[in-house]
């Protein structure tokens, strides 16, 4: 249990910077679409393929670091594999229809809440609040279906909901890297965990 406990704790104390990153990443996302609503299509392939690619960079880096902590660090580089594919793909087709754009957000916005809400079912038992990685999973699965149901939604309408998602999974990781940072301090040093 001594092992277990000190593993886990080099783990937190390792990554809680990388949830940090990309949740402050996600929010200057947010942030940039909604004070630059006329935006043209080409321009929010490119910023959307940046955020795609950086957080799949981060995630996938995180899970690379994390390798011989835990057996479960596939599912990271799983997932930030799927964001650096799809930043890449964007990158490499920015004349993509609307239509085009659409698919690859609702892709990636899936995968993106299958993998995180897997992770939280995993991890339930090593960290406190994992609804907030659920409930993140599940805005990213919402935002992915809605874009499914309805391909035809104006650009301007998706941007916004873009910006939103991002904003919310931004403020859902910044949140949990300083719940996870304080709990690696909390278990490396040996003190209970607070609620």
Do not use: C, H
Not at 36 to 60: C, E, N, R
Not at 100 to 116: D, K, P
Not at 143 to 151: H, S
């Amino acid at each position: 249990m001594e092992a277990l406990r000190d593993r886990l704790a080099e783990v937190l104390k390792r990554g809680w910077w990388s949830l940090l990153l990309r949740g402050l990443v996600a929010i200057a996302f947010a942030v940039l679409t909604w004070l630059q609503p006329q935006i043209s299509l080409t321009a929010l392939v490119y910023v959307f393929g940046f955020y795609a690619l950086v957080d799949g960079i981060l995630a996938a880096g995180a899970a690379i670091a994390g390798r011989n902590l835990s057996r479960s660090w596939w599912m990271l580089l799983l997932s930030g594999l799927v964001g650096i594919a799809v930043g890449v793909l964007t990158f490499m087709r920015p004349g993509i229809t609307a239509l085009g754009l659409l698919v690859y957000i609702a892709i990636w916005a899936i995968g993106t809440g299958l993998f995180t809400i897997f992770a939280a079912i995993r991890l339930r038992k090593e960290i406190q609040n994992e609804w907030i990685l659920i409930l993140n999973g599940l805005a990213a699965l919402a935002f992915g279906g809605l874009l499914v149901a309805r391909p035809g939604a104006g650009a301007l309408a998706v941007l916004w909901l873009i910006a939103t998602l991002a904003f919310i999974l931004g403020i859902t990781l910044v949140m949990l890297a300083f719940r996870v940072r304080s709990l690696g301090k909390l278990v490396g040093t040996g003190a209970p965990a607070k609620a």
